[in-house]
């Protein structure tokens, strides 16, 4: 099975423009999570996604949104984009929610200049 | 809601020791254990889980310890090699079907 992918794999922006990140999960998963990492930082849980459903969000502002689509691909957008933003966004999908190994695809490096 | 803790953030040790890293949770009812290893400029990658039911996993040079009384989980790498250096993540499954992460602790393998 083809692995998680991400696109695109990197992106410069401005501050003030939006941006949209592509997310297909690996065949048969359902379950779509993002995350924000910054240098040296943690995962930071941005939204889990299952059925198409936003199923938990974590402590981001309404500016990080994102949807999951009927084929289980998820797409997620920043608007304002502000110089903090820059991070390297990783999505991750795993089959269900419950027990299941999440695999992460290579990340989108975002820079806002 | 729930909490991870992880410990130490940095941890240094000679080729061929051990390494253990420690993270405790807050929801009793958390019942999904996993480890992630990030290596520089990589995407995390799974290599070790335990569930609930289960106190203890092996893998090779790798295992993960559950006490589910005293709410912490550690991971034990013996016989440390230098590919082993990366960052390691712990996290919980909380009962929203959420992983909840640790701060991850910076692994190095002193040659």
């Known amino acids: 099975k083809a692995g998680v992918t991400q696109t695109p794999r990197y992106l410069i922006k401005t501050r003030g423009q939006q941006v949209t990140l592509s997310c297909s999960p690996i065949s048969g998963h359902r379950s779509v999570s993002w995350y924000q990492q910054t240098p040296g930082q943690g995962l930071q849980f941005l939204f889990e996604y299952f059925s198409e459903t936003q199923r938990n969000k974590g402590n981001f502002p309404g500016r990080f949104s994102g949807r999951q689509f009927s084929n289980s691909r998820s797409e997620m957008n920043v608007s304002t984009l502000e110089l903090g933003d820059s991070a390297l966004y990783l999505c991750?999908?795993?089959?269900?929610?419950?027990?299941?190994?999440?695999?992460f695809g290579p990340g989108t490096r975002l820079t806002v200049l | 809601g729930e909490n991870v803790e992880q410990h130490p953030s940095t941890l240094s040790v000679q080729e061929g020791d051990s390494a253990v890293i420690k993270c405790t949770y807050s929801d009793s009812a958390s019942n999904y254990f996993p480890w992630y290893k990030q290596e520089l400029g990589k995407r995390p990658q799974l290599i070790i889980d335990?569930?609930?039911n289960v106190g203890e996993k092996k893998d090779q040079r790798i295992a993960v310890t559950l006490n589910k009384t005293a709410k912490h989980f550690s991971l034990h790498i013996t016989e440390t090699q230098p590919e082993d250096s990366a960052v390691y993540f712990c996290a919980a499954k909380d009962s929203n079907y959420q992983l909840i992460w640790g701060a991850g602790t910076k692994l190095i393998i002193k040659p």
């Open positions: 991750a999908s795993s089959y269900t929610r419950d027990t299941d190994t999440q695999y």
């Open positions: 335990i569930r609930s």
